[in-house]
């Protein structure tokens, strides 16, 4: 029997941005007697998740009625869409102790009213011009017209039609009209359209509507039910009004279905975050005064996925919450990556788009989205673009490139910064040198392997220090499921991708050996000298020379050989020593997964080469645009700055797209399909829409 306790909570509960939590299970008891008025306030409250756990009865009581109420709020939202107004209204909902009773009347009268506004509208040509708001406006204009129109389109022997034309679209117009021998006029009644009176034989009926429709006109009908704009926003603000009660009502039925009761007393089952426990205690002492009792658990062993999650991490944080919202939330236990993300996201979309020039541009844009945009979601994504532009603008200096290598201010930075070799340069930057005369023949080409195998090492160590990260988070969460055979597996992976990364660490050291060649990069052995030591080899060639390799080079080639080794003997036994086939598959089982851990260390870790393939392409795309303004006339002339200027824009909106896309593929399947599976359900009280009051009435009121 849980402990009761004293209007708090003692089980802390707020969504650590670590490891995901759930809120404790509450249970709130309340005399039956008072269950109406308690479900109200935990509606009013906004703080109650219920379990959706109750009596079988009158759960299905709620979720039928529930359905009954989605069905008419479809109908409501569907006629304010074509009704095209905008209306604020307030409600009330008076519900007796008999809640089926009580929704059923409610349900019954709005049906009553929506069948009403319905055939009131079914008049109004509707969908012709647009929304009927837009459609009144429009005929309020014919109001002079006397004549029945409807008539004329079912005539015998010769019929008419009323269209409005774009002032644009007239010459099109008539064209067809004449082509299809048809007698038509036109009266200038509304700015910017000419509306024509086209009169034809039946048997041409067919033919006069498409060809008008292909000319962009809109056709006329005067409705036989004439409305204001007062009159729409009127009939809005009371469908308003119905689809507030129907509202409520559903949130009450909700909080109903996680009730259970008993001749004498009503339990509801659900989960209240810590923070909101204030506001609970405080609505039922309004509700049911002092008659009521709390009792909050924590479970255990129930399945993760089943439980809410508490998510409310900081707002600066939202926009990669938005990302990882893509993949899935955290259930409760899980490592929660959102800051691993916020970290990493940016800077490798930085280093796929490494330009000082664009990544300002991206940053005032986003600061104009984040701080101007009425949409909550665009403004998301202005907070995202300035979070990405920074590490950009950061890479493109290092990179020496501001709208591509070519312009003089990224000319300065090569030149004052770096003193003509940037740190994180693109072998672009070489070609671009070789093209104006700074660099020339065999020295060029060696600069142009060396920027190639660093920018290949900068991608795939990154990608190893991040994919060991990611398998050992997976390992540490094997260790909570107790499963032998699964804990096994995820302790290979992570040794695997650890040798991984101890080949390029230890390749960055025992590259220093290749400095007094003053050549660090020049092909893929000084590039990774631990592989050829793991296989063997003593010593690379380095332009016509034998450097023999260090000692460090065989000492991380035997850690990295030892750490992959161990890796695949684990991944060997795991199958074979827990699994619980026949001995013979769980032999074919152990190779098929033995093999398939050699493939992912190398896939997986290749996967990161993209960060380089992305750099090239960005920096050879403005290179090309380059070349093309020179054969235009140079950035000097105004047709080829046009040029540039126009391959700037490209770059910059179809690049900075194509990072996005990569640097999320690498987070989502390199790195989260580790340690993090996504299927957590959001914490979601349930809540009164705002305006609406719940009354509760008894039989002697």
Same mark, same amino acid.
């Given at each position: 029997m849980p402990k009761p306790i004293n209007n708090r909570c003692e089980v802390p509960v707020s969504m650590g941005l670590i490891i995901a939590r759930s809120p404790p299970q509450t249970i709130i008891v309340v005399p039956r007697s008072k269950m109406l008025e308690a479900a109200k306030a935990l509606a009013e409250c906004g703080c109650f998740h219920p379990s959706g756990e109750g009596d079988e009865r009158l759960r299905n009581l709620a979720r039928r009625l529930r359905g009954e109420i989605e069905v008419l709020a479809q109908r409501i939202r569907s006629l304010l869409e074509k009704l095209g107004v905008e209306a604020e209204a307030r409600a009330e909902v008076v519900v007796s102790p008999n809640i089926a009773a009580s929704t059923s009347t409610v349900i019954s009268s709005i049906n009553r009213f929506i069948e009403q506004v319905e055939h009131g509208l079914a008049g109004l040509a509707e969908g012709r011009v647009g929304p009927l708001a837009q459609y009144v406006e429009v005929i309020e204009k014919y109001s002079f017209i006397d004549v029945d129109l409807a008539s004329l389109t079912n005539a015998k022997y010769i019929r008419a039609l009323l269209y409005r034309v774009p002032a644009e679209n007239i010459q099109a117009f008539e064209e067809r009209m004449n082509a299809l021998g048809v007698y038509s006029v036109g009266f200038n009644i509304e700015d910017g359209y000419v509306t024509y009176v086209i009169v034809?034989?039946?048997?041409?009926?067919?033919?006069?509507?498409?060809?008008?429709?292909?000319?962009? $006109?809109?056709?006329?009908?005067? %409705?036989? &039910?004439?409305l204001t704009r007062e009159e729409l926003r009127e009939i809005a603000r009371k469908l308003k009004e119905a689809l507030l009660r129907l509202e409520a009502l559903s949130a009450l039925l909700k909080?109903?279905?996680?009730?259970?009761?008993?001749?004498?007393?009503?339990?509801?089952? #659900?989960?209240?975050?810590?923070?909101?426990?204030?506001?609970?205690?405080? $609505?039922?002492?309004?509700?049911? #005064?002092?008659?009521?009792?709390?009792?909050?658990?924590?479970?255990?062993?129930?399945p993760a996925e089943e439980l809410p999650t508490v998510?409310?991490?900081?707002?600066?944080?939202?926009?990669?919450?938005?990302? !990882?919202?893509?993949?899935?939330?955290?259930? %409760?236990?899980?490592?929660?990556? !959102?800051?691993?993300?916020?970290?990493?996201?940016?800077?490798?979309?930085?280093?796929?788009?490494?330009?000082?020039?664009?990544?300002?541009?991206?940053?005032?844009?986003?600061?104009?989205?984040?701080?101007?945009?009425?949409?909550?979601? /665009?403004?998301?994504?202005?907070?995202?673009?300035?979070?990405?532009?920074? %590490?950009?603008?950061?890479?493109?200096?290092?990179?020496?490139?501001?709208?591509?290598?070519?312009?003089?201010? $990224?000319?300065?930075?090569?030149?004052?910064? /770096?003193?003509?070799?940037?740190?994180?340069?693109?072998?672009?930057? +070489?070609?671009?040198?070789?093209?104006?005369?700074?660099?020339? #023949?065999?020295e060029a080409a060696t600069a142009v392997r060396v920027l190639t195998f660093r920018s290949l090492y900068v991608s795939l160590a990154l990608g190893s220090v991040l994919l060991a990260l990611a398998s050992w988070l997976g390992f540490l969460r094997s260790l909570k499921e107790r499963d032998p055979e699964h804990m096994l597996h995820t302790l290979a992976v992570a040794l695997g991708f650890t040798g991984v990364l101890a080949i390029f660490v230890g390749s960055y050291i025992a590259g220093s050996v290749f400095d007094q060649y003053g050549v660090r990069y020049l092909s893929?052995?000084?590039? !990774?000298?631990?592989?050829?030591?793991?296989?063997?080899?003593?010593?690379?060639?380095?332009?016509?020379?034998?450097?023999?390799?260090?000692?460090?080079?065989?000492?991380?080639?035997?850690?990295a050989k030892a750490l992959i080794?161990?890796?695949?003997?684990?991944?060997?036994?795991?199958?074979?020593?827990?699994?619980?086939?026949?001995?013979?598959?769980?032999?074919?089982?152990?190779? &098929?997964?033995?093999?398939?851990? =050699?493939? =992912?260390?190398?896939?997986?870790?290749?996967?990161?080469?993209?960060?380089?393939?992305?750099? !090239?392409?960005?920096?050879?795309?403005?290179?090309?645009?380059?070349?093309?303004? +020179?054969?235009?006339?140079?950035?000097?002339?105004?047709?080829?700055?046009?040029?540039?200027?126009? #391959?700037?824009?490209?770059?910059?909106?179809? +690049?900075?797209?194509?990072?996005?896309?990569?640097?999320?593929?690498?987070?989502?399947?390199?790195?989260?399909?580790?340690?993090?599976?996504?299927?957590?359900?959001?914490?979601?009280?349930?809540?009164?829409p705002p305006g609406v009051e719940i009354k509760i009435v008894t039989k002697r009121q």
């Open positions: 034809y034989p039946p048997d041409a009926e067919q033919a006069v509507m498409r060809e008008a429709s292909s000319a962009g $006109a809109s056709l006329i009908l005067l %409705p036989r &039910v004439r909080i109903l279905e996680s009730a259970y009761t008993t001749k004498t007393l009503a339990v509801f089952v #659900g989960y209240v975050s810590e923070d909101a426990l204030p506001r609970l205690t405080e $609505a039922l002492n309004r509700a049911v #005064g002092g008659t009521y009792t709390i009792y909050a658990r924590p479970l255990r062993g129930k998510f409310k991490p900081p707002k600066p944080l939202r926009p990669f919450v938005e990302l !990882l919202g893509m993949y899935g939330l955290p259930a %409760p236990g899980e490592y929660v990556p !959102l800051l691993l993300m916020a970290i990493t996201f940016p800077i490798i979309f930085g280093l796929m788009f490494p330009d000082a020039g664009h990544g300002l541009v991206l940053l005032l844009f986003g600061l104009y989205l984040w701080k101007k945009a009425k949409s909550e979601g /665009w403004r998301t994504i202005g907070q995202l673009l300035v979070y990405v532009s920074i %590490p950009a603008i950061i890479f493109g200096i290092l990179a020496a490139e501001f709208f591509g290598p070519v312009t003089p201010v $990224a000319h300065w930075i090569d030149k004052n910064l /770096w003193h003509g070799h940037p740190p994180y340069a693109s072998p672009v930057h +070489e070609l671009y040198k070789r093209y104006i005369g700074e660099a020339h #023949g065999a893929l052995d000084t590039t !990774l000298p631990v592989i050829p030591a793991m296989f063997g080899a003593t010593a690379v060639t380095v332009n016509g020379i034998t450097v023999q390799l260090p000692a460090s080079a065989f000492l991380f080639a035997n850690i080794v161990l890796a695949i003997v684990i991944d060997l036994l795991a199958p074979i020593i827990y699994g619980h086939e026949p001995l013979g598959q769980r032999l074919i089982l152990a190779f &098929v997964e033995a093999f398939d851990l =050699v493939l =992912v260390l190398l896939s997986n870790t290749l996967s990161f080469v993209r960060i380089m393939g992305l750099m !090239l392409a960005h920096s050879g795309l403005m290179y090309g645009f380059f070349i093309i303004a +020179e054969k235009a006339g140079g950035l000097s002339s105004p047709i080829g700055l046009l040029v540039y200027a126009i #391959g700037n824009i490209f770059v910059i909106g179809f +690049e900075a797209f194509i990072a996005n896309i990569h640097t999320l593929r690498l987070h989502f399947y390199e790195m989260f399909t580790k340690f993090y599976e996504g299927r957590g359900r959001r914490y979601q009280p349930v809540r009164l």
